[in-house]
Each structure stands twice: as C-alpha cells, then as structure tokens.
C-alpha cells in the first residue's frame, strides 16, 4: 500500500447555541507535506480520539479551565497515536505509541512536552489509555479517593453510572468496600451496571417510580458522585447522611443548556455538614503514574472491567458526539481513526 499524501482534519466551523449541530464541525483534506516534525517535535498518526462531555464546554466562549477552541481550529481531543517521525533531537522514535490532545485529525505534530510515550502494561490494550488508564478512570479514581473520600460500609451514589467515568468510579466504589447505587438510563445500562460490573443497585431514572425507588434503595447517602448536575442532584442533595461528601465531576444535564436552572435544595449542605466541591483531572497530572500502575494490576487479573463503545472513522467524530447527550453509548465513547500496529501489542 502506497504511503499516504493527504490527511484530513475537523475544525470548530460554529459555537452552537445549545445542542450541537450538523454545522458545528467542517473538515477539509490537507497535504501531508505541510506537517514536518522541528528540533524536539514529532509527526503522530493518530489511532484512536476520546469523545468527552467536556468537549460541549470546549466550543463555548466562557472562561473555563481551558481557552475554548477558536473558530477555524482543529477540534480538541485526547488521542493515542504512533510516532511516524521524529524531528531532530527528540526523545520519541519511530513506533513509540504515545497520548496527547492532538485533536479530530488523522495526523498531528506535536512538541515533545505536548505528548507522553505510552507502555503497554501486561493486561491491558492502547486503548484502555482512553479508558480505565485514560482521564476517564484516573477522574473516577481521584475522585472518589481525594474529594469523596470513600470509605468502607458506606453508600455511594454514581449518576451517570454507565458512562466512561461512572462505569470505573462503581467499581471502585466496590473495591473500597462500599454500598453502590447505580444511575443510568435504561434496563440494559442497568442490567450491565448489575451483571457485569456488580453494583448493589442499578436504577433507571426514566421509570415512573424512580424518585421512591431512591428513597427505598438508597435511604441517606455518603458520597454521591454526580456526572450528570440538574434536577438529579437537586434530588439527591435532600438524601444526605452527616458529613456526606459531593463530588462535582460532571454536569451533563446542563452542559447543553443555554443556562442552568440551579439548586433549590442546597440548605441540606448545611444541615448535614455535608460538603460538595469540584475538581479537574488535570490536577492530578503529577500522580497519574502511580494510579495507573495501581489500576493496571487491576486489569491484568480481571477484577476491573471495562467497556467501550467504538465509531469508525473521524468522519464519524461529529455525528457520533451527541451520543453522549442522548444517553445513546454505554461505557466509553470512541472513534477508531486508523489501524493500531499489531507488532506492538
């Protein structure tokens, strides 16, 4: 097979207002001449991106934790790549896999600080560096560990529960010895929330009765990891034990919203010395080693599982992100860009 010339990329086109759109994104081929790697760079294909909720908060000009992607700009994404090319002086060679946001293209040239090389650990696959040993399982693992503080016999709460971040926070939840009440939105989220990742509880908050079924199934919780903001954790701040702790990881309820309604039930907090406070995975950048290498183990003898729902293609990159709005994938939400090299795995 030839080598190819041209490559294409997906740029921000226009801010939606609310939901996406199919005007939201473009994409236009490009020479791949006009990417060579400098002195400490080097030329990545890409192999696999992560879709994030987070990416809705990317396209929006507010102050965030991040700039928000310029109008014209290849969209922001977290990918895992191979090095075809490395500059002069670079730390990186030809065949070294490697992570970094390289965006919604199928070639990028990066800086040698803007990538990190990636070994395979026994067990685990490229991919699981999206996953449970990508920002999806580090953000449940620091979440429930340094803000929710999760401790043996006590009743955890996961909105969201079927998603790349929740599906990983219930099974540690699990780990710490814990009580797990799952959140999702339909049976067979559920069914895989109860069957394959054993959480005490899967429940659907579309049923009818679901507002009693919490009340039922959980009483009063500890923690409640919420990914999803909104009326659900409106609710939930009524069903505080003393001293619970909220972990603020998501909104995705909101994220849409042209403006979120807001709590009403806020006075729990202070009724029950609870506390709720968010945080970012990027915080945590200097022990991200040290979890992985922790949640490795936890692949290689099978005891934490993981889930991905695969795309093919970056043409499918603006279609398939909605997705994550709509309830429409159950464990984490990629898109397969090229074939990953078999001789690596």
Known sequence: MSAPTEFTRVFLHERPETDFTPTTFKSERL??????????????KINWLSLDPAMRGYVKDQRSYLPPVKIGETMRGMCLGTVVEAGSESVFKKGDFVTGVFGWTEYAVAKDKEATKIQIPKGAQLIDFLGPLGTSGLTAYFGLKDIGHLKAGETLVVSGAAGSVGSIACQLGKKAGARVIAIAGSADKCAFLEKELGVDVALNYKDSDFYQKVKKEVGYLDVYFDNVGGDMLDFMLTRLNKNARIVLCGAISDYNAAKPKGL?????LISQRAKIEGFIVLDYKEQWASAIVEMSKWLEDGSLKRKFHIVEGLESAPSALPMLFTGGNT???VVKVAEVPTAKL
């Not at 009403?264 to 729990?268: F, G, P």
């Open 31 to 44: 020479s791949l001449e006009t990417l060579k790697p400098g002195n400490g760079e080097i030329l990545v």
């Open 264 to 268: 009403s039930s806020y006075l729990t």
């Open 331 to 333: 464990g984490k939400l």
